[in-house]
């Protein structure tokens, strides 16, 4: 392993077309901009490694328990299967069937928790979280994806969501991420 020193706006030269700049340095966090082409894959360790293993990836210190949840699914038998599991678990479960429905109610009501599908008509789950804790604050959330990628997980995290699980859903896991 090489081991560099660099000072903010340094660069550090990978091959013609890999560049990692140092943007940032605040305490024992360094902030690296990586430049490289489309192909080549870049990733957070920690993420990867959860989509290697297939786990579920969880931000340290987030648990929730009997919080008011919002479901978010254009499949009725799954949201209404996740919503039937944590209801039974003490939460106090809404339920959304669109992008737009999920919308309406976090802007009537607050919500601790939104379990989002990232397949939704019109929307991607990110963005419909997105979105709601744009005026939730201290919303958190759980993506339900079909197949999650590294992309997806990053993207996910990106948005401020705190989970990601892959479906079919295991509701004993999901219940464990949920009631923490």
Do not use: W
Not at 53 to 70: D, H, R, S, V
Not at 153 to 177: C, F, N, R, Y
Request: proline share 3%; aromatic share 2%.
């Amino acid at each position: 392993m090489l081991v560099l020193s660099r000072k903010v706006r340094e660069r550090i030269i990978i091959s013609s077309d890999i560049t990692i700049t140092v943007v940032a340095v605040r305490g024992n966090k360094v902030k690296v901009g990586i430049d490289a082409p489309g192909d080549v894959p870049v990733h957070r360790e920690e993420v990867a490694a959860a989509v290697i293993t297939g786990q579920a990836y969880e931000i340290p210190g987030t648990a929730m328990q009997n919080q008011k949840l919002l479901v978010v699914s254009n499949n009725p038998d799954a949201r209404s299967s996740i919503a039937n599991v944590l209801a039974e678990e003490g939460n106090d479960v809404d339920t959304a069937h669109s992008s737009r429905c999920a919308l309406e109610y976090s802007d009537e009501q607050r919500y601790d928790v939104a379990i989002i599908d990232e397949s939704l008509s019109h929307a991607r789950g990110q963005e419909v979280f997105e979105r709601m804790k744009g005026h939730q604050r201290g919303l958190r959330g759980i993506l339900c994806a079909d197949r999650p990628t590294v992309a997806t997980v990053e993207a996910a995290l990106d948005s401020g969501m705190h989970h990601v699980i892959q479906k079919p859903v295991d509701h004993s896991e999901l219940v464990e991420l949920v009631n923490g």
